[in-house]
């Protein structure tokens, strides 16, 4: 029993490319989330899927895409890199909305 | 939108001690969580709480939130409580956790 799974760990992009961060959750859970933490600061929701099949922008949306492929997985797209996105990324998971949330170990992102 | 602040920033401690962390929140809130991101960057879950008193071990947390406010109490500090400890609180619509900045807890022995 994983729990939240992320993939990769670490990346390194140039600016313009692109790249899928991958996430799997195995608690049966029906929400799921995608944050980025920026240094000094708390978490800030960039999407997020209520349920399977629905996804829905948060706080930072821009320069990002997402999709929720079955109840388990839910990647988070960045069609062209910019220095910018250099964040930390973590993907969260709930059994419902507004209930607990249960996080993931994190992918941090380096765009030069 | 609703707004979290935490304090103090940063808290410096020696091993033994006890400390109280603060979260204030702008507008009444349905729940609140507190987590720990140690030094790996892993976010570990301590207490969803909405209202009320929890305890687990040597932490506990209180929340009233008719004063909007919640605490973070850590007794018989040890070095692996250093890290960074957020309090979140669920936006009106329950669809996204808002993060305060955090307090730098670090732990001497």
């Known amino acids: 029993n994983a729990g939240v799974t992320q993939t990769p760990k670490f990346q390194v992009l140039k600016t313009g490319q692109s790249m899928t961060l991958q996430c799997a959750q195995d608690m049966n859970h029906n929400s799921m989330y995608w944050y980025r933490q920026d240094p000094g600061m708390g978490l800030r929701l960039i999407y997020y899927s209520a349920s399977e099949g629905t996804t829905d922008k948060g706080e930072v949306p821009n320069g990002y895409n997402v999709s929720r492929l079955n109840k388990r997985e839910f990647s988070l797209r960045l069609e062209s890199a910019a220095p910018s996105q250099t964040s930390v990324y973590f993907c969260?998971?709930?059994?419902?909305?507004?209930?607990?949330?249960?996080f993931g170990p994190g992918t941090r992102l380096l765009v030069l | 939108g609703i707004q979290v602040e935490q304090s103090p920033p940063d808290l410096i401690l020696q091993e033994g001690a006890n400390s109280t962390l603060r979260c204030n929140f702008s507008d009444s809130v349905n729940n609140l969580q507190w987590f720990h991101q140690n030094p790996w960057g892993q976010l570990i879950n301590l207490f969803y709480i909405p209202s009320g008193t929890k305890q687990n071990g040597r932490l506990s947390a209180t929340t009233v939130a008719t004063e909007r406010y919640s605490l973070l109490y850590i007794s018989s500090s040890q070095t692996t409580d250093s890290g960074v400890y957020f309090c979140a609180a669920y936006n009106q619509a329950g669809t996204a956790l808002i993060f305060g900045k955090g307090t730098t807890l670090s732990v001497s022995s």
């Open positions: 969260a998971t709930t059994r419902g909305l507004g209930e607990t949330q249960y």
